[in-house]
């Protein structure tokens, strides 16, 4: 068997099919972090997911902790294991299932990086007037990607839309009369959600301007957003728009981000931003609740004279 390899009696194949309604991103993690946890547990000698008890894999998350992983990336590996042995014990591979109860470190309670309503204004509207026009790049392929970075950011901002949403958006989900656009989440689970002005005109200058510069022959069918050799956008696509446009190291998510934030600022209910941003469980909306306690704690100090 090649150095690295799983012999087949872990069933990491079948356990990574099992995993249907996930997000491809997590299917991805949480087959790497089994493997990962096959790999260390073969190379103490055990030929198979039977021998391993619950103290072996207190050790291997106690390995983790000595490796210097986050206990946030921890958390999600025993989360893998959980759901991997969970898998096993129903279809009766093992006997008892050495992961129940398994306890990890809990993840850091990190609030995400907000922009602030001019930083959003600078990334999305830039240079007006004459000077956007100077700073247009010549030719119709240079505007075409000028006009998708564009339509690409007031999405992300105008909508909250995860990045992964995102480039997996067809141009038969857009409703530009109704001001809406209907996107897979997580879980494939679909929801739709509205669409500000300056998003619509973003996207219809796109339609109507760019896309035709971008796509070609090796186009998906319905794709809405293609890069430069007219492939679907993907993320890494995304943060280098971003690595363009903004002034300061912004993370694409870091636009959801804010427009979650700013909506609970302007007083919207926070079921009302849940249902927006896809979130099935209203705590981890809550998140944003405490970052826009801190922005007001923040603004509060800054501007009370006794503060």
């Known amino acids: ?7 087949p009696a872990w069933l990491l194949e079948g356990f990574a099919q099992s995993l249907t309604g996930q997000a491809d991103a997590t299917v991805e993690a949480y087959a790497r972090d089994v493997g990962a946890f096959v790999t260390w547990a073969q190379r103490g000698g055990l030929v198979g997911p039977g021998e391993v008890d619950r103290l072996l894999l207190r050790r291997y998350l106690a390995y983790l902790s000595t490796r210097r992983y986050a206990r946030r990336s921890i ?8 759901r991997y042995f969970a898998w ?10 050495p992961s129940a109860r398994l306890s990890a470190p809990a993840g ?19 240079p007006d007037g004459a000077a ?35 480039c997996g958006l067809g141009a038969g989900g857009l409703d530009m009369a109704g001001k809406t656009v209907t996107v897979w989440g997580k879980g494939s689970k679909q929801r739709r959600v509205p669409m500000n002005a300056p998003t619509v005109r ?8 760019g896309r035709s510069h971008l796509a070609g022959p090796q186009t998906p069918e319905g794709a809405l957003l293609v890069n430069r050799r007219g492939r679907r956008l993907s993320p890494r696509d995304v943060r280098r728009i971003l690595d363009r446009r903004a002034s300061a190291p912004t993370h694409p998510h870091a636009l959801r981000h804010s427009f979650a934030t700013h909506l609970l600022d302007g007083g919207a209910d926070l079921r009302v931003v849940q249902e927006l941003l896809g979130h099935s469980s209203l705590q981890t909306t809550q998140i944003y609740t405490h970052v826009s306690k801190e922005r007001l704690i923040g603004v509060y100090g800054r501007t009370h004279p006794r503060a």
Do not use: F
């Open 132 to 166: 956007r026009e100077r700073a247009r790049p010549g030719g119709p392929q240079a505007e075409a990607v000028q006009l998708r970075d564009d339509a690409v950011l007031e999405l992300l901002y105008g909508s909250g839309l995860r990045v992964g949403e995102l």
């Open 75 to 82: 958390a999600r590996k025993a989360a893998a294991l959980r």
């Open 88 to 97: 096993l014990s129903r279809r009766q591979v093992i006997g008892n299932d």
């Open 202 to 209: 973003a996207l219809e200058a796109w339609m109507e301007r």
């Open 108 to 126: 850091e309670a990190r609030l995400p990086r907000v922009l602030s309503r001019s930083e959003a204004a600078r990334l999305l509207d830039g």
């Open 1 to 7: 068997m090649p150095e690295g390899a799983a012999d």
